[in-house]
């Protein structure tokens, strides 16, 4: 796509390096414009998903059905005057949310959208955005800290400690998959779940891998769906989410780290926790179910399809984060910790000796 | 009473399952760490109200908890004394607002004791009816709320929905949703709606479900069992000896309800059983203790308002103003009268001297006993415990404060 682009602003410009300086411009903000409509999409899903789950209608008022809600909120948002508390770090505090913000961003640079597009193809793509999605306790710790609230210092150690061990076993699961794959390229692992879903790696990866015609992918699939499992709650921890919304529980800190924000620097923090949301959605999906691949190989294929396939498959883990919020209770701190070191992080280590042994011994 | 010695037992089982519960929490530290003192409150989405409570912290664990009351003092019982009886009825609605019919009731009641007052049969079985409904109106708040304390959003609209019926059949009846000045002294403001026992019959039903949802949802969830059990463990002589009553009692394993121990209005004529804490997920009196007693109780309820329903005297035309003195104006003397309200022992001390105005009116509020006990039992839990302890109290501060 990046070729494509090149091409036709040398057409207009001539080759000069404004038309490149232009073609990589238009090419990286395609992921920020994704970022802003589908978080639109997501602020109205959570609304009327909660709202379906509750019996309730939801926003009705704005536009058809209420579905010009979000841009009302962000009019609102908008408008809102930009506070910043007298006793506050002021450095910490304005650059906390932009750093959050960047570390959500920069996190999709490596996804693979479809076959033709992804912002930076790395060859170690999935450590890149488990390292970049580091940059998240970072600036929760900047904004518990500095906007000198004790609310807000609670919900940061909260969110630190939380983040900081379930980044464990959400790599852990993620090894099994790369161990598999024998790569780190997100795009090359897409590219091995070629032709339909029986080739995605949550049913034990391609044939093509298996020395034993298609065998081994059955001793494999166990393994791999415990993997998947594990990524899927640690995901649910690296993102906020309840149960594991302990650094914003609203019944006990009010609103956690991001207390005292309020207008454009609030809602980067809630467009940063939904961008998180889908990158999570995304990951599990490139590396367990396929990532841009069709599920009926061939069929429904191709570039402009892969996009749809990804949208759908990442909005499809959105959905369920959002079920379960509006679902399940919120756990304790110490269950939080006891739930990860104690649970996950064990079957994610079995799960990664099994896979292990799998791909030494049967060759693949 | 049997029954207080048997649980008394229990909760020393309790006590010391909670201390080594406690010393696993509580190792020592060799990182020498300072206390925080955090100031939760009036303004806080969980303190039920304008609670405010100074918390000394230490990291994540309560050092110690000091509630500050008062933030919605209104000064009722001294009102009370410059107005007349009926005056007084619209002011009791306002203490305990989540039950207004009830502490209505409890003020009607000892006033209509003071003066000697029958009331026709027919009031009575609408008085109880619309108690019990108050009660599980009541019982659904806390119990909706709770979740909501915990982290569930969800059952919290399921029971308000449910809550809803209840207030409509109340408003067909009284043309109040809230605050009713249904229950005057010596009858009610107006009489039944006839609609009130085909919609009660209807809510039965639904109720049931719910009933049984909430249950499998939320109760026994395993998040759920897991926040709220062997959290803030009361054990049943602290319960006793901080006056602590109703749910908050009996969750500790203590079987006293006054609708049975000191029966009052027909009570006597109905079959119901009085649910108390087990220890069913963790130690007995714990948070998942009291609020699996106001489940209960919700169950209760529904048997007492079918028995009503059963037994009620449709073709009765008595005026229910009918009994309602010309003049309200007891004789010389006092009376402490008490009700079981959802919350607890509610009571009345009322001194007349001949006057159609009180001469001193006290509430006895058992919002205010149970809030007593939040210190005791919250020392040394987590933040998360101490909301999770707060909503199990289920106090309502406008009866705390007066």
């Avoid at chain 2, 005297?313 to 079981?340: C, F, H, L, M, W």
Wanted: glycine letters at 8%; a negative charge; aromatic letters at 12%.
């Amino acid at each position: 796509m990046f070729d494509g682009l090149l091409e036709f602003f040398k057409s207009i410009f001539g080759d000069i390096a404004a038309a490149n300086i232009l073609a990589l411009a238009v090419y990286s903000v395609v992921p920020l414009i994704f970022i802003l409509v589908y978080g639109l999409i997501a602020i109205l899903g959570e609304m009327k998903i909660s709202a379906w789950i509750q019996d309730r209608l939801g926003p009705m008022r704005t536009g058809p059905k209420g579905l010009f809600q979000p841009f009302a909120d962000i009019l609102k948002l908008l408008q809102k005057e930009d506070t910043t508390p007298t006793t506050a770090d002021r450095t910490l505090y304005n650059a906390a949310p932009y750093i959050m913000f960047v570390g959500a961003y920069a996190a999709f640079a490596a996804l693979p959208f479809s076959a033709a597009y992804i912002g930076a193809r790395i060859n170690t793509g999935i450590f890149f955005v488990l390292s970049i999605a580091s940059l998240v306790p970072v600036s929760i710790m900047m904004a518990g800290w500095g906007s000198n609230s004790k609310y807000s210092l609670m919900g940061a150690m909260r969110s630190v400690s939380q983040l900081i061990s379930y980044e464990i076993p959400a790599g852990l699961a993620l090894i099994s998959v790369v161990m598999v794959a024998g790569s780190m390229d997100m795009q090359t692992i897409t590219h091995l779940q070629s032709g339909g879903i029986q080739n995605w790696f949550i049913f034990g990866g391609p044939k093509s891998l298996d020395g034993f015609g298609g065998t081994s992918n059955l001793v494999l699939m166990p393994f791999l769906v415990i993997s998947f499992l594990i990524y899927l709650v640690a995901s649910l921890a690296e993102t906020n989410r309840v149960p594991f919304d302990l650094p914003e529980a609203e019944s006990e800190l009010v609103a956690g780290f991001h207390t005292e924000y309020s207008a454009m620097k609030f809602a980067l923090f809630f467009l940063a926790e939904y961008a998180n949301m889908f990158a999570v959605g995304a990951i599990a999906s490139v590396l367990f179910l396929g990532g841009w691949q069709s599920p009926f190989g061939d069929f429904l294929g191709g570039p402009v399809f892969g996009f749809f396939w990804f949208v759908l498959k990442g909005l499809f883990f959105v959905f369920l984060q959002i079920c379960i919020r509006w679902t399940l209770p919120r756990l304790r701190v110490d269950q939080l910790m006891y739930v990860c070191w104690k649970v996950l992080i064990p079957f994610s280590l079995f799960a990664v000796l099994g896979v292990g042994l799998c791909v030494v011994m049967l060759n693949r | 009473m049997p029954e207080i010695i048997d649980s008394h037992k229990i909760a020393t089982r309790a006590l010391t399952k909670e201390a080594t519960f406690r010393a696993e929490k509580l190792e020592p530290r060799r990182v020498r760490t300072e206390e925080m003192l955090l100031n939760m409150g009036p303004q806080h989405p969980s303190t039920h109200g304008v609670l405010r409570l100074e918390v000394v912290l230490d990291g994540e664990l309560v050092v110690d908890v000091r509630p500050h009351i008062g933030y919605l003092h209104r000064c009722f019982e001294k009102h009370t004394e410059s107005m007349t009886y009926p005056q007084v009825m619209p002011y009791v609605d306002r203490t305990d607002y989540l039950a207004s019919m009830s502490s209505g009731h409890g003020f009607a009641l000892a006033v209509e004791r003071m003066m000697g007052i029958e009331v026709p049969e027919k009031v009575e079985y609408i008085r109880v009816l619309f108690l019990e409904l108050q009660r599980i109106a009541s019982h659904l708040v806390a119990i909706g709320a709770y979740g909501l304390d915990i982290g569930a959003f969800t059952p919290f609209l399921y029971c308000f929905e449910l809550r809803e019926r209840i207030i409509e059949m109340f408003e067909r009846t009284c043309g109040a949703r809230f605050l009713y000045n249904y229950m005057w002294v010596g009858g009610l403001s107006h009489d039944l709606h006839p609609t009130v026992p085909e919609l009660c019959r209807e809510f039965l039903k639904e109720s049931r479900k719910a009933h049984k949802e909430i249950v499998d949802l939320l109760t026994f969830n395993k998040i759920f069992v897991e926040r709220t059990g062997n959290v803030g463990i009361l054990p049943a002589d602290v319960a006793i000896a901080g006056g602590a009553s109703g749910p908050v009692l009996r969750g500790s394993g203590v079987k006293w309800d006054l609708r049975r121990d000191d029966p009052y209005s027909i009570y006597d004529r109905f079959d119901f059983d009085i649910p108390v804490g087990t220890g069913l997920v963790g130690a007995v009196g714990d948070a998942w203790d009291r609020n699996w007693v106001r489940v209960c109780e919700w169950e209760e309820s529904m048997n007492i308002i079918e028995q009503v329903l059963d037994t009620y005297p449709y073709e009765d035309t008595t005026n229910v103003q009918a009994a309602i003195p010309k003049r309200i104006k007891p004789p010389a003397g006092e009376i402490y009268s008490r009700t079981e309200t959802p919350r607890g022992e509610q009571g009345y001390y009322v001194v007349s001297r001949d006057g159609i105005n009180p001469w001193r009116v006290k509430q006895r509020s058992p919002a205010f006993c149970n809030l007593s006990l939040l210190p005791h039992i919250s020392r040394g839990c987590l933040v998360g415990d101490l909301i999770a302890i707060i909503g199990s109290l289920d106090f309502v501060l406008g009866e705390v404060d007066r």
